[in-house]
């Protein structure tokens, strides 16, 4: 089985942090995605990679960065956290040409204050 | 921009009852895959159709893709309260490097 983990479940960070997430996943997979989830707006893509060391912008990259240094981990950063980065990130990844289907992991709900 | 719609937004039944959620768009989508996500987890792939008019069953589950991949159905038969979650559908392909398109989804709640 496919496997996604990321570093917290929960995490709380005050306003003006550096916040890094984690997210590592053993299935060898080529695409890599980060998301985040908030009641009403569904699941928005902020940043996605396609491959070691390259990354691509998604819908929402404002207030983001991310890294892949490793194939299996691709990190994302929250340079300075605001209030208004309170969500639920969700974490992806899925292998070349396999009908798009992505593999999640178990979510980081953070809460800035 | 590639919209996937699903409704209803929001739907409580009675355990035993069937029931029947949709997504639609007004894009042609090569695949389309359906998720269940439980409170405070990931969503949990479900299943894929890529082929139009195909009809996927996945016990009491059965998930339809239309014939001109614009849009799916899932009907539940017998619900139970496990079947309780949010039901995202998303196709692709919906932005670079095999991304998806997301729905909002639809919050089903079954009471025992």
């Known amino acids: 089985d496919v496997k996604v983990t990321q570093s917290s479940r929960y995490l709380v960070k005050r306003t003006g942090e550096k916040v890094f997430l984690e997210c590592v996943q053993d299935m060898d997979h080529e695409n890599m995605f980060w998301y985040r989830q908030d009641p009403g707006l569904g699941l928005r893509l902020i940043y996605f990679?396609?491959?070691?060391?390259?990354?691509e912008k998604g819908d929402i990259p404002e207030g983001y960065s991310v890294s892949r240094e490793k194939k299996e981990r691709f990190s994302l950063i929250l340079e300075s956290a605001s209030t208004n980065q309170t969500s639920m990130y969700l974490c992806?990844?899925?292998?070349?040409?396999?009908?798009?289907?992505?593999?999640f992991g178990p979510g980081t709900r953070l809460t800035v204050t | 921009t590639q919209l996937l719609e699903q409704s209803p937004q929001f739907l409580s039944i009675q355990e035993g009852e069937n029931l029947t959620v949709y997504c639609n768009s007004s894009s042609v989508f090569s695949s389309l895959q359906w998720y269940r996500q439980e409170p405070g987890e990931g969503p949990v792939l479900l299943v894929t159709?890529?082929?139009?008019?195909e009809v996927k069953k996945l016990k009491r589950l059965t998930f339809q893709f239309g014939d001109a991949r614009k849009d799916s159905s899932l009907h539940i038969t017998a619900a139970q309260p496990g079947d309780t979650g949010l039901y995202l559908c998303?196709?692709?392909?919906?932005?670079?490097?095999?991304?998806?398109?997301f729905g909002k989804g639809t919050h089903l709640i079954i009471q025992p």
């Open positions: 992806a990844s899925s292998p070349q040409g396999a009908n798009y289907e992505q593999y």
């Open positions: 990679s396609y491959d070691v060391k390259m990354k």
């Open positions: 998303a196709g692709g392909p919906g932005g670079g490097a095999d991304g998806l398109t």
């Open positions: 159709v890529v082929t139009g008019g």
